[in-house]
């Protein structure tokens, strides 16, 4: 009985050790096929990763360039439709009639919305010319049409000039400082309604003050700005160039005038003679009796004297 129930024992026990062992054997078995199938899983991920990474990399500067190329052609488009510049142009002409020219110009510049700003003109009586110059100030989407009046207009262009001043950037600078100060402004507006002493009152009041003639300034400065941009200014100088002939005025070659004119000389030069002669007989009789006398008196003296040598 005693060996039988030690060979039991001795089977329990060994039974129990090799369901130990196959259980021990099973789970590594399976820790292994979860860190195997963990591996490839995180294995897959990364790579899963890296091609979305790889298509991120290849997508995303197709579509940051597409983005770049959108937003340089629409900021583009901003800086050309916002574009300040103050255009100036100098022009010198001949004309045949410098009033006529004159007056055809300012109608122009009035028809046009603009305005004359300087006219001042000289005249030469020696060559019976005129020059001058005038500025006028045209809107600047018609001042290049109304230089090309002025030009075609003329009987010669000497020189044309034309100039442009791109204040953009500082008409930009302008507004951002605009809002600055009107920012600061505000905030002075309020400390002054928050404040109770007498002595911060003051102070904020001429901080406020300051800033308030900063932004006169900015504002003026924009203005003047605005206003040469939007009106371009001319500059026109006329020389008149009066042709004629042998030298001679339009009137000189009126022939008719010339022979009624050299007609009345002649007789004016004739009644002149002739009141000379009749002056000078008339107011010189005594004398002339005078003479007459003395001039008888001696030729019968000298008949008779001659007379007397003939019969001697």
Known sequence: ????????????????????????????????????????????????????????????????????????????????????IIYTADLQIEVKNYQQTLNTIQSQVANRGGYVVDSNMQGYAENDSTTGQVTVRIPQDQFREFIQIVEDGSSKVLESSISGQDVT????????????????EERLLSFMEQAEKTEDLLTISADLAEVQGEIEEIKGRMNYLQNRTDLATVTIYMEENNVTISGMSEGELNTWE???????????????????????????????????????????VYRRIRKNNQNG
């Open 169 to 184: 950037e500082e008409f930009i600078d302008l507004e951002s400082r605009l809002k600055s100060r009107e920012v600061v």
């Open 1 to 84: 009985m005693k060996n039988g129930l030690i060979i039991l024992i001795v089977l329990w026990i060994g039974m129990l050790l090799a369901a130990c062992s196959n259980d021990a054997e099973n789970s590594n078995v399976s820790s292994d096929d979860s860190e195997e199938s963990v591996e490839i899983e995180s294995v897959e991920i990364e790579r899963s990763n890296s091609i979305s990474g790889e298509a991120d990399r290849t997508t995303e500067p197709e579509v940051s360039d597409s983005q770049e190329e959108s937003g340089s052609s629409q900021e583009e488009e901003i800086v050309e439709s916002d574009r300040k």
């Open 258 to 300: 010339k022979t009624k004119q050299q007609f009345l000389n002649s007789i004016n030069f004739l009644l002149a003679v002739f009141s000379g002669i009749f002056v000078f007989f008339i107011g010189n009789m005594p004398v002339l009796i005078l003479l007459g006398v003395i001039v008888v008196i001696g030729f019968f």
